[in-house]
């Protein structure tokens, strides 16, 4: 299944792209993988959650935090393929939890992020991962990911054949409904 329509299937509402907080831009782009940028989780109630996770936040609090930080980088990637559809696969994802040095379940946490990434791209949406505590992250901000995405290619040969016999098929329609008048 497609992973528009999937978004679609799960009533998600990808928003707007937030912009780079400094000098960087969202996404670069070099052969078939897209590098995105660092982002912190979003707004709550006109607010952004800041705080430590073990002091602040709950880990379960902290996972709800990374999945939106996932809605944030799904819309980058949008903005810049055009379709979510031609993400290929998520390559590496370094997930940075801002936690009490006795707080252990960054891998936790960052499920938030990679349950949502499964959810819209399926077995693909599981890529190379690493879930880390730091002392202190920008603003404040409790979780913040960046990750690499492999993208099609519009030379990808299975996507290729695929959309072959559908216009093959439609062209056998067609043809047929002239021959029966239909």
């Not at 799960?10 to 792209?17: A, P, Q």
Request: charged share 25%; hydrophobic share 45%.
């Amino acid at each position: 299944m497609s992973a528009e329509r999937r978004l679609q299937e799960l009533g998600i509402d990808l928003g707007t792209v937030s912009a780079p907080v400094a000098n960087y831009v969202n996404a670069v782009r070099t052969g078939n993988l897209l590098f995105l940028a660092g982002k912190g989780p979003r707004a709550v109630d006109g607010r952004r959650p800041r705080g430590k996770v073990g002091r602040d936040y709950t880990a379960e609090e902290a996972y709800q935090h990374a999945r939106t930080v996932g809605l944030d980088l799904l819309a980058v990637m949008k903005a810049e393929l055009g379709s979510l559809d031609r993400v290929k696969r998520v390559v590496k994802v370094l997930g940075m939890v801002n936690a009490t040095p006795d707080f252990g379940d960054q891998p936790k946490v960052i499920d938030g992020f990679s349950d949502l990434m499964v959810e819209v791209f399926g077995d693909p949406g599981r890529g190379a991962r690493a879930a880390v505590g730091m002392a202190a992250l920008t603003g404040g901000m409790a979780v913040e990911i960046e990750m690499v995405v492999e993208v099609r290619t519009s030379l990808d040969p299975y996507a290729f054949m695929r959309r072959c016999q559908r216009i093959e098929a439609d062209a056998l329609r067609r043809l047929a409904k002239g021959i029966l008048g239909e």
